[in-house]
């Protein structure tokens, strides 16, 4: 279901949720959608081409390895509303916790972007 910005917060307590110098305080709000499903939380903005979406997650630390049912939940929800050609998520090739995860959400490899910190998996998702 979607939830808003200030209830979102919650899901980015824990450290581990803080990418990119993403904090519960300084969460986007203008553009971005916030959806929840237990301790999912996933967070999506347009992408730059037309009806695609990127997803993001963030997850209560009680929640880890349970995630995907939630994940399953909120992204067939978010497609029947919204109506994308695609949702989108990028992951770091280093983060194999994070890359089981989307795999077993149901993501594909679209690809993989290659950066001098280290190489970035680019996947998506489709009904």
Known sequence: MRITVD???EYFRHPSQRVLETTPD???????EYWASGP???VFHP???PDVWMGHTAAKPEGWGLLVPHAKKLLNEFWDEKMPHRIIGWTPEKNR?????VRRAGFVVDGRLPLPGGAV????WSK
């Open 40 to 42: 999912l939380c996933i």
């Open 121 to 124: 998996i680019m996947s998506g």
């Open 26 to 32: 300084n969460l986007p709000d203008v553009g971005f």
């Open 47 to 49: 992408s730059l081409y």
């Open 97 to 101: 916790a994070a890359l089981a995860f």
């Open 7 to 9: 209830e979102a917060r």
